[in-house]
C-alpha cells in the first residue's frame, strides 16, 4: 500500500496505474475511519483493482465555532485498517500540500447545498465541493465512493460532477449502522453514554415516519410533527436542528408522500450534532 503526503507522489503512482490501464476508485474520507468507511472501501474494491482512499480532515469545510480541532484523527489505526481492506493507495496530505495560502477558487452549488445542513452551516458545502473537485483533479477516479448517511453531501457532489462535466461516475452507498440502529459517525465518540442512549432517538423517529407512512399516513406536517414528539420525549438533551421530508433527487421539501421520499434530520446534542436519513418509498407502503 502506497502512503502519500503530497499531490506529486499521488500523481507519480496514478500515471503507472493509469499506464496499466486499471481502473481508479476513490474514497474520500476524514479518517477516524469506521465500517461505514470500510463499506464503501468494499464497493470500490469490487469495481475497481485500484483503490484510493484518502484521509484529510479538510479545515475549507469546518465553520469557526466547530470541532476542526478536536476532531478524530487516528491515523496509524486508520492506515492498518486501510490496508486490511485491500487498499492500495492512501494519500494523506497536511493542509498545506492541498491548500495555497493565495487559494482563491471555490465552488458553490446554489439552493442544493443552502438549505438543510448548509443553513446551520454556512459555507460547510463549499468546502467539501473545493476539497471533493481537487481530490478528483488529483487522483483521476473512474468512480468516487459516498455514503448515503451525507445523502446532501451526496446530492451536492453529484450536481457538481454533472455540472462541471466532471468525467466520472458517483457511487452512493448505504448507510452502515450499529447493532442498535445508531448511524455509525466518526463523531459518535464525543457522546457522553446518556447522550449515546438518547442518540437512538434519530433512527427511532425514522421508524416512526415509516411505520405511520406504512399505514397510510401521507402528510409530511403529521410525520414531521409525531418525529419531534418522539425526539422531545426520548432524546431530551437534544435540540433538533431540522427535520425534513423531501424529494429524493432536488432535496425541495414534499407536503405529501406521493412519490419516494428522503426523510433527514439533524440533532445537536451538546458535544455533537448527529444527522441521518431514510429512504420511504409509497409503492411499498400498505394500507
Ligand atoms: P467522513 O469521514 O465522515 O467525511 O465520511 C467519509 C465518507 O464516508 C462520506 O462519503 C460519508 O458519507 C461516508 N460515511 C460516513 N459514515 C457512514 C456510514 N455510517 N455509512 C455509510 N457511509 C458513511
Do not use: W
Request: hydrophobic share 45%; glycine share 8%.
Amino acid at each position: 500500500m502506497i502512503i502519500a503526503k503530497t499531490v506529486e507522489e499521488v500523481r507519480d503512482a496514478i500515471r503507472q496505474v493509469r499506464r496499466q490501464g486499471q481502473r481508479i476508485g476513490l474514497v474520500p474520507t476524514m479518517g477516524a475511519l469506521h465500517a461505514g468507511h470500510y463499506s464503501l472501501m468494499g464497493a470500490a474494491k469490487a469495481d475497481c483493482p485500484f483503490v484510493a482512499v484518502s484521509i484529510f480532515v479538510n479545515p475549507a469545510q469546518f465553520g469557526p465555532n466547530e470541532d476542526l480541532a478536536k476532531y478524530p484523527r487516528t491515523l496509524e489505526a486508520d492506515l492498518a485498517g486501510c490496508r486490511e481492506h485491500g487498499v492500495s493507495l492512501v494519500f494523506t496530505p497536511e493542509s498545506a500540500a492541498m491548500y495555497a495560502p493565495d487559494a482563491a477558487t471555490s465552488i458553490h452549488v446554489a439552493r442544493l447545498s443552502e438549505h438543510l445542513c448548509g443553513a446551520s452551516r454556512k459555507g460547510h458545502f463549499d468546502g467539501v465541493c473545493i476539497v471533493v473537485a481537487k481530490l478528483f483533479n488529483i487522483v483521476l477516479p473512474d468512480k468516487a465512493y459516498f455514503g448515503a448517511k451525507d445523502y446532501q453531501q451526496a446530492s451536492v457532489i453529484g450536481r457538481m460532477v454533472r455540472d462541471l462535466d466532471m468525467p466520472l461516475e458517483i457511487v452512493v452507498c448505504p448507510i452502515i449502522r450499529e447493532a442498535d440502529g445508531l448511524a455509525m459517525s466518526s463523531r459518535n465518540r464525543y457522546l457522553s453514554p446518556q447522550e449515546r442512549q438518547q442518540a437512538l432517538a434519530l433512527i427511532g423517529s425514522l421508524h416512526l415516519a415509516d411505520k405511520l407512512a406504512k399505514a397510510g399516513q401521507r402528510e409530511s406536517k403529521a410525520l414531521i410533527g409525531a418525529m419531534r414528539q418522539h425526539i422531545a420525549t426520548a432524546a431530551p438533551l437534544g435540540q433538533i436542528d431540522y427535520i425534513e421530508v423531501m424529494d429524493p433527487d432536488s432535496l425541495s421539501p414534499t407536503d405529501r408522500l406521493d412519490g419516494p421520499v428522503v426523510i433527514a434530520l439533524a440533532v445537536k446534542f451538546s458535544s455533537a450534532r448527529l444527522i441521518d436519513n431514510m429512504r420511504i418509498d409509497p409503492t411499498r407502503l400498505g394500507g
